[in-house]
């Protein structure tokens, strides 16, 4: 290719770019031109560069933009995406370390896009959540709308799964060009329903064929965007979609340390409660998402108020829930903890099946003494 026909490409490239209204990926392709003509035309290559250091900076809020309406489909008229302005959270996410700061890295580099650019860079496009039910990975795409000031629009499975072949997939496109179009954080949950494996012989060709336009409006996703995928089923993934995403995130089941945060927010600030039943629920609730948690103490705090009782008579249920399942070990673990309340040893040998001889052992083992009121 001489060199006439290789500045028309890069033209016809700059046009295409300008006509598809990707304001962010004009940016990225003229940055590349400007390091490509460095050498050979350096006059051009500093009036690009110029024009990158001299561009505005991008307005992020929709709702202070006009946009074309949210897409629907033709046949039910329901809208294919929920919108959703993220001021604030129902509490703050319960993260490890690691994937704390995974999450602070996505947010830097959407909020110094500029920055990215300048070095010839472009911040990361797409990311793909994976974990069990109810960890936090909506949370997580809720969390980062917040952060980054931008809505969070969220691809409505049950409008888009048309039962029309071919709609389906017309539906998918007409959210994702949308999408866009506009400056947001874009979820797709339970993606793993739409981009199964294409060797699944129990699969219809309409669900391969959606796998194929979901890859291709995926690459296309323009480089000022936050494409984020969510699966509860990361094995069902077709491996060309796995491919199509540069940051892969797990969000694993919380571990001792988190299940003790995830209680002492989901009780409250009006909920003193004690070190001994922090222990204890840390030790009884291991395998339960922060779903799962949150659903039980909402339970037993509701519970509380319409029967006029204690918390601290109440909680032993949730142990008895689960006591059952435990080896040995963990029970007698629990017992000792159990007893630290303030529970007497005989309900604890009720609740547990730890003797009571072993319930004294343990506390003396440990330097405590079996109080007589339960502390919450």
């Known amino acids: 290719m001489d060199e006439s026909q290789e500045k028309s490409k890069d033209l016809v490239q700059l046009a295409r770019l300008a006509m598809a209204g990707r304001p ?3 940016q990225t392709y003229i940055l590349r031109l400007s390091r490509k003509y460095q050498q050979k035309v350096p006059e051009l290559a500093a009036q690009l560069g110029q024009l990158i250091q001299d561009s505005p900076t991008r307005q992020s809020p929709l709702r202070n933009e006009t946009v074309a309406a949210i897409p629907v489909d033709t046949d039910t008229r329901l809208q294919l995406l929920r919108h959703e302005v993220v001021s604030e959270l129902e509490h703050e ?3 490890s370390v690691d994937l704390q700061r995974l999450m602070d890295q996505l947010v830097a580099e959407h909020s110094r896009i500029d920055e990215l650019l300048r070095a010839g860079l472009s ?3 797409t990311a793909l959540f994976v974990g069990p039910p109810g960890v936090g990975k909506t949370l997580g795409a809720r969390w980062l709308a917040r952060k980054l000031d931008r809505p969070l629009l969220t691809l ?5 799964m048309s039962s029309f072949l071919g709609r389906t997939g017309a539906n998918v496109r007409h959210v994702m060009d949308y999408a866009k179009g506009v400056p947001c954080v874009m979820l797709l949950d339970e993606i793993d329903a739409m981009a199964k494996r294409r ?3 129990q699969e219809v060709g309409e669900l391969k064929r959606l796998v194929t336009v979901l890859l291709q409006e995926i690459d296309d996703w323009p480089s000022g965007g936050l494409l984020i995928a969510a699966t509860n089923h990361s094995e069902l993934l077709d491996t060309a979609v796995w491919r199509r995403f540069e940051m892969q995130i797990t969000f694993p089941m919380p571990n001792s340390a988190a299940i003790r945060q995830a209680v002492t927010e989901f009780m409250g600030n009006d909920v003193d409660l004690s070190e001994a039943w922090l222990d204890v629920l840390a030790e009884s609730l291991p395998g339960k998402s922060f779903n799962d948690i949150e659903r039980e103490l909402m339970l037993v705090r509701r519970q509380a108020v319409v029967e006029g009782r204690r918390l601290d008579e ?3 249920g949730v142990v008895r ?3 059952e399942h435990m080896n040995k070990a963990t029970r007698r673990s629990i017992a000792a903890k159990l007893a630290a309340t303030g529970l007497p040893q005989r309900q604890v040998n009720e609740l547990t099946g730890v003797s009571r001889d072993t319930i004294r052992k343990s506390l003396h083992a440990n ?3 079996c109080p007589s009121v339960a502390g919450v």
Do not use: F, H, K, M
């Open 156 to 160: 409505d499975l049950s409008a888009v």
């Open 24 to 26: 962010q990926d004009i």
């Open 367 to 369: 330097g405590e003494d």
């Open 314 to 316: 109440l909680l032993p």
């Open 199 to 201: 060797d699944d012989t």
């Open 93 to 95: 996410p319960i993260w």
């Open 321 to 323: 829930q689960y006591i």
């Open 123 to 125: 911040p990361t496009r």
